[in-house]
C-alpha cells in the first residue's frame, strides 16, 4: 500500500512538474513566456512602424516626416522614461491612486523577478509598449502644428501625470478594480485616455491654418493602409497579450480581435457607400482601426459574436463621429484620435458591459457585478473617471506649456510645413 | 520660326508623338501640368472632407518648328490628340525669336 502511493505521488509530482499550465505560483512557464516576448514585440510593431505610417500617409507632404519623427521620439523616450518611473508609478503597490517609487529604475526588476509565470522583465517590457503607443496615438490631434520640442515635454509629462496613475487604477491595483471594471487590453487606459487628450490638444491648439477651407488631402493613403494593416496584425499582441499567458482566454481573445476588427471595418465601409455613394479605402481601414479600438476593452470577456456586434457598432458610430460630426463641431482634430480612439474605446468599454453575459456568449461579469445594468454601470464609471481626468490634466499641462515654451508652431513654419521648418529635411525628393 | 505648345490628355501621348514622328519632327519637350478649360472636375472625399478638384493632369508639349512645318505640325497634333470628348486639349503657336543648339553653338533654322 505505502509503495502505491509513493508511486502516485511521484507520478503526480512529475505531472505537474511537465505540465506548464499547472504551474504553480512564480514558477516560470515557457509557453506563456514565449508568446509574451513575441506579444511585447508586436505591440511595439504597432507604433513603429504601424501607427506612423497609418498617421504620416494621411496629412500632407509637407509634414510627412514630422509624424514619424514624433512616433520615434515618443518611443524613445517614454521606454526610458518607464523604466526610470513609469512603471513603478504604475505597478507598484502605492496608494489607490498612484504606485509608488519601490520599483523605480528598474530596482528590483532583475533577471530572475517573476511576475506570475513570466519574468517581470517581460511583463515590464510589455506594458511599456503600452506606454509607448498610448501617447503616439495622441498625436495625431496635433498634427501639423505642433512644435517638437514642447511635444517632447508634453509627453514626458503626461505619461508621468496621466498615464501612469490611470494604469495604475485599472490595472496596478488603484480604485477602480475595486469596481470589476472589465478592461482587458486597454480601452480606457489606452483608447479613451489618449482619445480625450486629443481632444484637449486640438481644442487648446486651435485648427491647422486654412481648415477648413484649404484643401489637406492624404499624401500618401499607401502608408496609411499600410499601417493600419501593421496595426491589425499587432494588435493580436495587444489583445491576446494582455491575458499575459498562452491560454485559452488568449486564443479567444485573438479571435473576438479579428471578427470585430472585420466587422467595423465593413461597417464602416457599407456606411460610406451609403452616405457617399462609393467606398473608399480610407475609410475601410479606418473602420479597422475604430473596430479594434472598441473590442480592446472587451477582447477577454466577450464572445465571438458579441464581438461582430461591437465591431459593427464602432464601425458605423465613429464613421460619423470622424466625418460628419467632427465637421458639425468644428475642432480640428487631424487625424480622428477623438473620433475613433475616444468614442470607439467608449463605445466598446460600455459594450463589454453587455456582451460579457453569459447569456450572450460571454465570460461572465467582473468581480461584485451581477447583471447587465450593474457591469455596464461599473464600466461607466471607468469610461466616466479616465475622460475627466484626463481631460482635465492634459488641458491644464498643455495651457502651462503654452505659457512657458509655446504649443504651436509660428505661421510661417506651419506654411512651410514642418519637415523643413524643424527638422531641415524633405520626405519625398522625386 | 515657331514654337507650338500643345496641351493634351495624358493618355494621348503616344499618338501625339508617333504623329509627330511621321512628319519628321525630331525633338519636343514634355511638361505634366495641371489646367482646365470646359471640363469639369471631380470630388474626393477623405473621411468625410469633400475635395473639389478642378485642375486636371494633362501634358504639354513643346514642338520649335520652322514657319513652313507650322500647319502640318498643328495638324498632326490635332488628328493624333483628338477624342472628341471635353477636355481634348489646345494649341497655341508662338513667334519664337531664336533658337540654340546648345552643342554646336548653331543658331536659326539650322538649330531646330
Redesign the interface.
Known sequence: MKIIKSICFAALGLAAAAAPSLALADELSAGDTAWMLTATALVLFMTIPGLSLFYAGMVRSKNVLSVLMQCFAITGLMSLLWAFWGYSMAFDEGNALVGGFGKAFLSGVTVEAMSGTIPETVFMTFQMTFAIITPALIVGAFAERMKFSTMLVFMGAWLTLVYAPICHWVWGGGWLSDWGILDFAGGTVVHINAGIAGLAACLVLGPRKGYPERQMPPNNLGYTVIGAAMLWVGWFGFNAGSELAADNVAGMAMAVTQLATAAAALGWMFMEWLSHGKPSVLGIASGAIAGLVAVTPASGSVGPMGAIVIGLAAGVLCFFTATKIKRAFGYDDSLDVFGIHAIGGIIGALLTGVFAAKGLGGAGFGEGNESIAGQVGAQFVGVAATIVYTFVVSFVLLKVLDAVMGLRVNEEQEEEGLDIALHDERGYIL | MKLITAIIKPFKLDDVRAALSEIGIQGMTLTEVKGFGRQKGHT??????E?VVDFLPKVRIEVAVDDSETDRTIQAITESARTGKIGDGKIFVTDLAETVRIRTGETGAEAL
Not at chain 2, 474626393?44 to 472632407?49: D, S, T, V
Request: proline letters at 0%; glycine letters at 14%; a neutral charge.
Open positions: 474626393e472625399l477623405y473621411r468625410g472632407a475635395y
